[in-house]
């Protein structure tokens, strides 16, 4: 069973930064590409940033370039967003998802976890 559980969310000023993790089960990372995508409260879910393993592309959301960083740990079949730089705009829930091909984009994900809140306040 492919299951993706999120960690890591919480409080956190402005500037402030947060890790957010992404550990996956019932598949190897390796092969797929993971996606972060977040929703606020009235907004669509938007890709922040992808990864796909098997060819190393990386995408981010113009958003939070430079600001966030995704990788991947495939020995923990586990992927990460590093944010830093926070600001109140990035506050939403924060969902990792995982497709055998895809863009970042949520219509091309169909395994999703349950996602994780991140709030930034001013």
């Known amino acids: 069973e492919v299951q993706l559980v999120e960690s890591g969310g919480g409080l956190v000023q402005a500037g402030g930064s947060l890790r957010l993790s992404c550990a996956a089960s019932?598949?190897?990372?390796?092969?797929?590409?993971i996606g972060w995508f977040r929703q606020a409260p009235g907004k669509e879910r938007e890709g922040v940033s992808c990864?796909?393993?098997?060819?190393?592309?990386?995408y981010y959301a113009l958003s939070v370039k430079g600001r966030f960083t995704i990788s991947s740990d495939n020995a923990k079949n586990t992927v990460y967003l590093q944010m830093n730089g926070l600001k109140p705009e990035d506050t939403a829930v924060y969902y990792c998802a995982a497709a055998y091909l895809a863009q970042c984009i949520p219509a091309d994900f169909d395994s999703w976890g349950q996602g994780t809140q991140v709030t930034v306040s001013s």
């Open positions: 990864i796909s393993n098997d060819s190393g592309s990386i």
């Open positions: 019932g598949f190897t990372i390796d092969d797929y590409v």
